[in-house]
T-cell receptor
Framework: EAGVAQSPRYKIIEKRQSVAFWCNPI?????LYWYQQILGQGPKLLIQ????????DSQLPKDRFSAERLKGVDSTLKIQPAKLEDSAVYLC??????????FGPGTRLTVT | GESVGLHLPTLSVQEGDNSIINCAYS??????FIWYKQESGKGPQFIID?????DKRQGQRVTVLLNKTVKHLSLQIAATQPGDSAVYFC???????????FGTGTRLKVLA
């Protein structure tokens, strides 16, 4: 079974630029999550989708972050404009039901 | 690869010894708990889970203990191996929410 795929793996941008991350969950997984993991901390949930609907985006900084999951499969997370404090690893995870999540390798974002 | 959790609490154990990693969770309504292992440059990997109707669950070389009275979770790794070196996170969940809250993590270093 293929795992969760993410791209790019690394991205370096200057502050005020925009960036987009892509995630392809495990086939058949209805629930998709985006997390932000700052160095030295545990992952923090940004947004959760159930199929193509948003279940929880309470911790998403909506003035600069946006995410979509068209057709209930792939998802993109965008940051516009980026700030220095957005430097982190962005993890995508998916789950079939109320069980363990499966994580992708993450995208390491550095904002300079 | 990059290092996850440069400033995390660190547990150093000799190869072959048993390791115990502790976690205090925050929500008394949480009823499902997962331990994850995260190696440098990778996403968290599911190790073992436990539901609140149990106080102990065993895996191949791992055991999770749950004490709901004091909201405490522990992960025991038997005969720790060099490949166990990683950052370990606990995550809590409340049934029906599909939302996971991660702890801050512990870095496990296995000494040869």
């Amino acid at each position: 079974e293929a795992g969760v795929a993410q791209s790019p793996r690394y991205k370096i941008i200057e502050k005020r630029q925009s960036v987009a991350f892509w995630c392809n969950p495990i086939s058949g997984h209805a629930t998709l999550y985006w997390y932000q993991q700052i160095l030295g901390q545990g992952p923090k949930l940004l947004i959760q989708f159930q199929n193509n609907g948003v279940v929880d985006d309470s911790q998403l900084p909506k003035d600069r972050f946006s995410a979509e999951r068209l057709k209930g499969v792939d998802s993109t997370l965008k940051i516009q404009p980026a700030k220095l404090e957005d430097s982190a690893v962005y993890l995508c995870a998916s789950s079939l039901s109320a069980g363990g999540q499966y994580f992708g390798p993450g995208t390491r974002l550095t904002v300079t | 690869g990059e290092s996850v959790g440069l400033h995390l609490p660190t547990l150093s154990v000799q190869e072959g010894d048993n390791s115990i990693i502790n976690c205090a969770y925050s929500n008394s309504a949480s009823d499902y708990f997962i331990w994850y292992k995260q190696e440098s440059g990778k996403g968290p990997q599911f190790i073992i889970d436990i539901r609140s109707n149990m106080d102990k669950r065993q895996g191949q070389r791992v055991t999770v203990l749950l004490n709901k009275t004091v909201k405490h979770l522990s992960l025991q790794i038997a005969a720790t191996q060099p490949g166990d070196s990683a950052v370990y996170f606990c995550a809590e969940n409340t049934s029906g929410t599909y939302k996971y809250i991660f702890g801050t993590g512990t870095r496990l270093k296995v000494l040869a």
